[in-house]
């Protein structure tokens, strides 16, 4: 996977993530302040290293 390609996924995914539950999102975020972005960059870079093939042919399939 290029780099650009995990990028486009990354922020595609913390977009997701984001839209789905902005109120808990904004919570956790006020809460937590950056130790919680850490956390949630640290789980979108698992996820995708995690499902990059399968996030790949997603993404073609889309």
Wanted: aromatic fraction near 6%.
């Amino acid at each position: 996977m290029e780099k650009k390609d995990a990028d486009a996924i990354a922020s595609n995914l913390l977009q997701h993530i984001i839209a789905s539950q902005p109120a808990l999102f904004s919570a956790m975020a006020a809460a937590n302040g950056l130790q919680q972005s850490i956390q949630i960059a640290n789980f979108c870079a698992a996820f995708i290293d995690g499902h990059s093939e399968w996030l790949v042919k997603r993404s073609k399939r889309d």
